[in-house]
């Protein structure tokens, strides 16, 4: 199979805004450091609109398959996330956790070639 580099973009909405900004900060550098450790990821970004809270988080990843980009870019993403000092929350999961300023419920993925 030929491996083909995927652009992944993931939307996902930050539960409360606290310390987005300085969040959104943390979440690139933790995905520069990522690109540096891993060969299939490169060209990651990170926009947010901080009075929503949505973030759109994406990358570069070479893949064998379409699914295949969706999980090496959604192992990125929560690696990044949780690096930043965020959390994932599980699909359909609430968090248990005290503080949920920072975390994150995945709403949806786009795929492109990139």
């Given at each position: 199979m030929r491996t083909m580099k995927i652009r992944v973009?993931?939307?996902y909405n930050v539960?409360?805004?606290d310390g987005l900004a300085s969040h959104i900060d943390d979440l690139m550098n933790a995905l520069h450091q990522i690109e540096q450790q891993r060969r299939d990821v490169e060209g990651a970004d990170v926009a947010a609109?901080?009075?929503t809270g949505i973030v759109d988080i994406s990358a570069v990843v070479a893949a064998d398959s379409w699914e295949d980009a969706d999980e090496r870019a959604s192992e990125v993403f929560?690696?990044?996330i949780r690096s930043a000092g965020g959390r994932v929350a599980e699909s359909g999961v609430?968090?248990?956790a005290d503080d949920e300023s920072l975390t994150a419920d995945i709403r949806s993925t786009e795929m492109v070639p990139a």
């Open positions: 973009t993931s939307r539960r409360t805004h609109a901080l009075a929560t690696d990044a609430p968090s248990l």
